[in-house]
């Protein structure tokens, strides 16, 4: 290796013999350049002692390797765990993942993508708060930086979504639990977080109404993202007061029922399938804590490694073509049944 101290990009190129915009554009994407021209950069950096300032070469870009995560809430474990799939896609296909969570407020949902500007990100992947989310600025953001939505979808938002078929998976469910025993109730917030809430119900009303049954929706007052809660202190009031049409409840999402479950243990209620059980409690997510619940809950798995993969190889299409879609993709995943103890 040569004594000589290279001190900035500048100094590099002219050692190299290159322009300096062909040696940034190497340390921008190696790829990018010819071969040849490659392999003279790379010799140079063998000989000479220099290490690029990336953050130098980022903020001179118009764009960085990093790629935003945007989800509503990082202490809920489904978004943990998808996040951390598509975190760790994006890092294979060497970006930079940017996890960022909305706590649930549509403010921070905006200042989290405006945060993402200062870096100036290659694209985004994001779940959004879906009904309460300030739609038009969403809308901007997504004009500027390429972004690929996932898990709620919202009309026009963004190049492509990809997320769980609610109608399809919802339908499974009940159709496996009218086969199964007396046909659900389907228990959900009055005031749901997540726009999915809506399209599992009306998937529930569907179908109950397909299959010749009465359908029977109870309401649990309360807002945010304390579903555990919520979902606790509704099912404990239903149970004092002996208030259920039927022994079987189907929840809008699994953290909903692990509350229910907790609910029915307070109130002396053996849930499960089978002689001596007086309820079955059914979910929808397969949140990571369903399959250690006590009974353990019966469900309908989202495909979680689906979701992440779908989402980066539609964003990285993007980023790495140049090309953004003019029409709008929207891809629906089908879910699985996980028959547990619960149902």
């Given at each position: 290796m040569s004594d000589i101290k290279i001190r900035n990009m500048d100094e590099f190129a002219a050692v190299s013999g290159l322009s300096r915009p062909t040696v940034s554009k190497y340390f921008n994407d190696p790829e990018s350049v010819r071969p040849r021209t490659r392999e003279r950069i790379e010799a140079a950096l063998e000989r000479y002692d220099y290490t690029p300032n990336f953050f130098a070469v980022n903020q001179n870009r118009n764009v960085t390797k990093n790629i935003g995560i945007v989800v509503p809430n990082l202490s809920d474990p489904f978004f943990a765990e998808v996040s951390r799939g598509i975190g760790d896609l994006v890092a294979e296909a060497g970006y930079r993942p940017v996890?960022?969570?909305?706590?649930?407020?549509?403010?921070?949902?905006?200042?989290?993508?405006?945060?993402?500007?200062?870096?100036?990100?290659?694209?985004?992947?994001?779940?959004?708060?879906?009904?309460?989310?300030?739609?038009?600025?969403?809308?901007?953001?997504?004009?500027?930086?390429?972004?690929?939505?996932?898990?709620?979808?919202?009309?026009?938002?963004?190049?492509?979504?990809?997320?769980?078929?609610?109608?399809?998976?919802?339908?499974?469910?009940?159709?496996?639990?009218?086969?199964?025993?007396?046909?659900?109730?389907?228990?959900?917030?009055?005031?749901?977080?997540?726009?999915?809430?809506?399209?599992?119900?009306?998937?529930?009303?569907?179908?109950?109404?397909?299959?010749?049954?009465?359908?029977?929706?109870?309401?649990?007052?309360?807002?945010?993202?304390?579903?555990?809660?919520?979902?606790?202190?509704?099912?404990?009031?239903?149970?004092?007061?002996r208030k259920l049409p039927t022994n079987t409840i189907l929840c809008s999402n699994d953290r909903l029922a692990i509350g229910v479950l907790s609910a029915a243990y307070q109130a002396g209620l053996r849930v499960g399938h089978g002689a001596g059980c007086a309820l079955r409690i059914a979910g929808h997510d397969d949140h990571p804590f369903s399959r250690y619940t006590c009974p353990t809950l019966t469900t309908v798995s989202q495909d979680y490694a689906a979701i992440s993969e779908n989402s980066v190889q539609r964003l990285l299409a993007m980023i790495e073509s140049g090309i953004r879609p003019t029409a709008r993709e929207v891809m629906y995943l089908d879910g699985r049944l996980e028959m547990r103890g619960s149902a």
């Amino acid at each position: 290796m040569s004594d000589i101290k290279i001190r900035n990009m500048d100094e590099f190129a002219a050692v190299s013999g290159l322009s300096r915009p062909t040696v940034s554009k190497y340390f921008n994407d190696p790829e990018s350049v010819r071969p040849r021209t490659r392999e003279r950069i790379e010799a140079a950096l063998e000989r000479y002692d220099y290490t690029p300032n990336f953050f130098a070469v980022n903020q001179n870009r118009n764009v960085t390797k990093n790629i935003g995560i945007v989800v509503p809430n990082l202490s809920d474990p489904f978004f943990a765990e998808v996040s951390r799939g598509i975190g760790d896609l994006v890092a294979e296909a060497g970006y930079r993942p940017v996890l960022l969570g909305s706590r649930g407020d549509p403010e921070q949902e905006i200042d989290n993508l405006e945060n993402l500007r200062l870096i100036k990100p290659a694209g985004v992947l994001m779940a959004p708060l879906g009904r309460v989310s300030d739609v038009e600025k969403l809308k901007k953001f997504c004009e500027d930086v390429p972004t690929v939505l996932f898990d709620s979808n919202i009309d026009g938002v963004g190049e492509a979504f990809v997320g769980s078929n609610n109608h399809t998976s919802i339908a499974l469910i009940v159709e496996y639990l009218c086969r199964t025993g007396e046909p659900p109730c389907f228990f959900e917030m009055r005031t749901p977080a997540n726009p999915n809430a809506h399209k599992r119900r009306a998937a529930y009303i569907e179908t109950m109404e397909r299959l010749g049954h009465k359908p029977h929706v109870l309401q649990a007052e309360g807002e945010g993202w304390d579903f555990e809660a919520i979902g606790f202190e509704a099912a404990s009031e239903l149970f004092a007061g002996r208030k259920l049409p039927t022994n079987t409840i189907l929840c809008s999402n699994d953290r909903l029922a692990i509350g229910v479950l907790s609910a029915a243990y307070q109130a002396g209620l053996r849930v499960g399938h089978g002689a001596g059980c007086a309820l079955r409690i059914a979910g929808h997510d397969d949140h990571p804590f369903s399959r250690y619940t006590c009974p353990t809950l019966t469900t309908v798995s989202q495909d979680y490694a689906a979701i992440s993969e779908n989402s980066v190889q539609r964003l990285l299409a993007m980023i790495e073509s140049g090309i953004r879609p003019t029409a709008r993709e929207v891809m629906y995943l089908d879910g699985r049944l996980e028959m547990r103890g619960s149902a």
